[in-house]
């Protein structure tokens, strides 16, 4: 038996998801002539409050897009500094938009408004211009942690006081959907762009989409291109997010339940000095004394349990659709088995 807790990355698509990739009707999206593609982008769109979609490979690249159509090179964008923009996207920010980056120390990933206030630079030539503010929800180094649209809502405005753009890394925005209760709709209004991930918890093989306002997909669709996201035939995959859309957000609260699950069992090891609050369907667990993360996880690993090393003394599980509830049951009882 192997469960793979490493990511909601890892998740396959069922047969009911293959089935629709395999009847979907499909153009060159290069040409904007396939229909599932288009279909996908304006669902996302119309569910978001936001007038277009772009559908590209990866979060990575609806990520870095959205930061190069709204920099100019000198410029600084802010971020938190666990953010995955700044720690897991290979130094994107600079290598394709030549930006600063300040990056905040936030709770769990999240920023306040004062935060960001104090970080913005003046306008002085031996600053970096500040132009852009980058928020990650649900946060992936904060163990899942999430923002509300009242946590939102200032930093909306200051961007706007600002003369800042406001970008949303939604990677997991599902996620804290499903725990607040609020509608995608309200976040079309507070950000210029919103990446929304297809291929974690929702369980699609591949793809991001961008959203924003007519002209800024359409230079984004220009960056797409330079970028070699060009995809053709899409729409097979593009199928894959809209069954997803339609099937696997509600489930989401199911993984959230099977984390915390998991959670409390690890607050009971003697080898856990804490673990951080689980919100959502991610789990980083600090490990103490001598015990290192890679031993942790090569412990579990013997009963195929599979975790992530989240740094010398800290590992990461991350529930999905293809963790049941008799998984769970199973990573609970090989937890007390190497470990009470």
Same mark, same amino acid.
């Not at 490493?6 to 998740?11: I, M, N």
């Not at 599902?174 to 509608?183: C, K, M």
């Not at 099937?247 to 003697?270: P, Y």
């Not at 769970?328 to 009882?333: E, K, R």
């Given at each position: 038996? #192997?469960?793979?807790?490493?990511?909601?990355?890892?998740?396959?698509?069922?047969?009911?998801?293959?089935?629709?990739?395999?009847?979907?009707?499909?153009?060159? =999206?290069? @040409?904007?002539?396939?229909? #599932?593609?288009? /279909?996908?982008?304006?669902?996302?769109?119309?569910?978001? &409050?936001?007038?277009?979609?772009?559908?590209?490979?990866?979060?990575?690249?609806?990520?870095?897009?959205?930061?190069?159509?709204?920099?100019?090179?000198?410029?600084?964008?802010?971020?938190?500094?666990?953010? $995955?923009?700044?720690?897991?996207?290979?130094?994107?920010?600079?290598?394709?938009?030549?930006?600063?980056?300040?990056?905040? %120390?936030?709770?769990?990933?999240?920023?306040?408004?004062?935060?960001?206030?104090?970080?913005?630079?003046?306008?002085?030539?031996?600053?970096?211009?500040?132009?852009?503010?980058?928020?990650?929800?649900?946060?992936?180094?904060?163990?899942?942690? @999430?923002? #509300?649209?009242?946590?939102?809502?200032?930093?909306?405005?200051?961007?706007?006081?600002?003369?800042?753009?406001?970008?949303?890394?939604?990677?997991?925005?599902?996620? /804290?959907?499903?725990?607040?209760?609020?509608? /995608?709709?309200? @976040?079309? $209004?507070?950000?210029?762009?919103?990446?929304?991930?297809?291929? %974690?918890?929702?369980?699609?093989?591949?793809?991001?989409?961008?959203?924003? =306002?007519?002209?800024?997909?359409?230079?984004?669709?220009?960056?797409?291109?330079?970028?070699?996201?060009?995809?053709?035939?899409?729409? @097979?995959?593009?199928?894959?997010?809209?069954?997803?859309? =339609?099937?696997?957000?509600?489930?989401?609260?199911?993984?959230?339940?099977?984390?915390?699950?998991?959670?409390?069992?690890?607050?009971?090891?003697?080898?856990?000095?804490?673990?951080?609050?689980?919100?959502?369907?991610?789990?980083?667990?600090?490990? &103490?004394?001598? #015990?290192?993360?890679?031993?942790?996880?090569?412990?579990?690993?013997?009963?195929?349990?599979?975790?992530?090393?989240?740094?010398?003394?800290?590992?990461?599980?991350?529930?999905?659709?293809?963790?049941? /509830?008799? =998984?769970?049951?199973?990573?609970?009882?090989?937890?007390?088995?190497?470990?009470?």
């Amino acid at each position: 038996m #192997t469960i793979d807790l490493r990511s909601d990355t890892v998740t396959q698509p069922t047969k009911e998801m293959l089935e629709v990739m395999f009847e979907a009707r499909v153009g060159d =999206d290069v @040409y904007e002539e396939d229909e #599932t593609v288009n /279909a996908l982008e304006e669902k996302l769109a119309q569910m978001f &409050g936001k007038p277009a979609g772009l559908f590209c490979p990866s979060g990575t690249m609806t990520n870095q897009i959205a930061i190069k159509i709204q920099t100019n090179p000198l410029d600084e964008v802010i971020c938190d500094r666990t953010s $995955h923009v700044y720690l897991y996207e290979g130094g994107g920010m600079a290598f394709n938009s030549g930006v600063s980056i300040r990056t905040i %120390k936030g709770d769990r990933g999240r920023l306040s408004a004062e935060q960001i206030e104090a970080n913005i630079n003046p306008h002085n030539i031996h600053h970096a211009i500040s132009r852009l503010i980058v928020l990650e929800n649900t946060a992936n180094r904060g163990g899942g942690s @999430y923002y #509300t649209l009242d946590e939102i809502e200032p930093i909306y405005h200051l961007a706007k006081l600002k003369k800042l753009s406001l970008h949303l890394d939604g990677a997991r925005i599902f996620n /804290a959907l499903v725990e607040t209760g609020e509608q /995608a709709k309200d @976040y079309g $209004h507070f950000f210029d762009t919103i990446s929304i991930c297809l291929s %974690k918890g929702l369980g699609a093989p591949v793809g991001s989409v961008l959203l924003g =306002d007519i002209d800024v997909i359409r230079r984004a669709r220009r960056i797409r291109k330079v970028l070699g996201g060009g995809m053709r035939q899409a729409g @097979y995959l593009a199928a894959a997010g809209i069954y997803a859309l =339609d099937h696997n957000i509600s489930r989401l609260k199911d993984d959230h339940l099977h984390a915390k699950v998991i959670g409390r069992e690890l607050e009971t090891l003697s080898v856990v000095e804490r673990v951080l609050p689980v919100d959502t369907n991610i789990i980083i667990a600090e490990l &103490g004394g001598n #015990t290192s993360a890679d031993s942790f996880v090569s412990h579990l690993e013997k009963h195929g349990v599979r975790t992530s090393s989240f740094g010398p003394h800290h590992v990461r599980l991350v529930t999905h659709l293809g963790v049941k /509830a008799s =998984d769970v049951d199973y990573v609970l009882a090989s937890l007390k088995k190497e470990f009470h």
